[in-house]
């Protein structure tokens, strides 16, 4: 069985300050990780992914995850956030040729 | 354009009328996917398809029946809507399931209400 769990539902942060968007996921195999943002009335855009490279991952916009199997997390961070990161965040786990778990969701909001 | 294009974007229905949403995709993508979102739910998975004529029931099937003649369209029908079936309905493709490769390009939503 898997699940992904994010475990704040909202995040609050200043314009300029670091952002951190928490996932821990569940699996009995080897995972591939995403990390998926949907701005208002938008589809979902994917900010980066995982496939067992490098566990430091970089994505668009000044965003990266580290995969650490350990702790089985998955978090976003941002080293300042920028007003136009406003926005709903999703992480999303997927074994080898099965289907992809979505986890609830973090609503960011950037306060100026 | 190239890309995922959905059709309506809003719609507006009363219980018991048929409803069909409808998904085109550019890409020749093999995977097509419909989610749902709702409040609290995050995207939950109603069908799926792997390629044209092969379609598989997802998380939340029930109350909805989708087709996929052409590889390009995946259209997705509540035969009999209801208030429960108020929500934002996501197409979505993927060229490969495979750790690698895999990861979902997505349309801009039909947002769906039932009255």
């Known amino acids: 069985a898997q699940s992904v769990t994010q475990l704040d539902s909202h995040v609050s942060v200043s314009e300029g300050t670091p952002v951190l968007l928490r996932c821990n996921y569940s699996s009995s195999y080897s995972p591939s990780l995403f990390w998926y943002v949907q701005h208002p009335n938008k589809g979902l855009q994917l900010l980066l992914k995982?496939?067992?490279?490098?566990?430091l991952v970089k994505g668009i916009n000044g965003f990266e995850a580290e995969f650490k199997k350990s702790e089985t997390s998955f978090h976003l961070t941002k080293p300042s956030a920028h007003m136009s990161d406003a926005a709903e965040y999703f992480c999303v786990v997927t074994l080898t040729g099965n289907q992809f778990y979505f986890g609830t969701g973090t609503s960011l909001t950037v306060i100026p | 354009d190239a890309g995922i294009t959905q059709s309506p974007r809003y719609k507006i229905t009363e219980t018991g009328r048929q409803v069909t949403l409808m998904c085109h995709q550019t890409?020749?993508?093999?995977?097509m996917f419909w989610y749902r979102q709702d409040l609290g739910h995050g995207l939950r998975l109603i069908y799926y398809s792997a390629a044209a004529d092969i379609t598989d029931k997802g998380e939340v099937p029930d109350g909805y029946v989708v087709s996929r003649s052409k590889t390009e369209n995946f259209p997705l029908t509540l035969e009999s809507a209801t208030r429960s079936q108020t929500s934002v309905y996501f197409c979505?493709?993927?060229?490969?399931?495979?750790?690698?490769?895999?990861?979902?390009?997505f349309g801009e939503g039909s947002r769906l209400t039932v009255l």
């Open positions: 979505a493709s993927s060229e490969s399931l495979f750790s690698n490769t895999g990861e979902l390009f």
């Open positions: 890409w020749s993508h093999s995977y």
């Open positions: 995982y496939t067992s490279a490098a566990t």
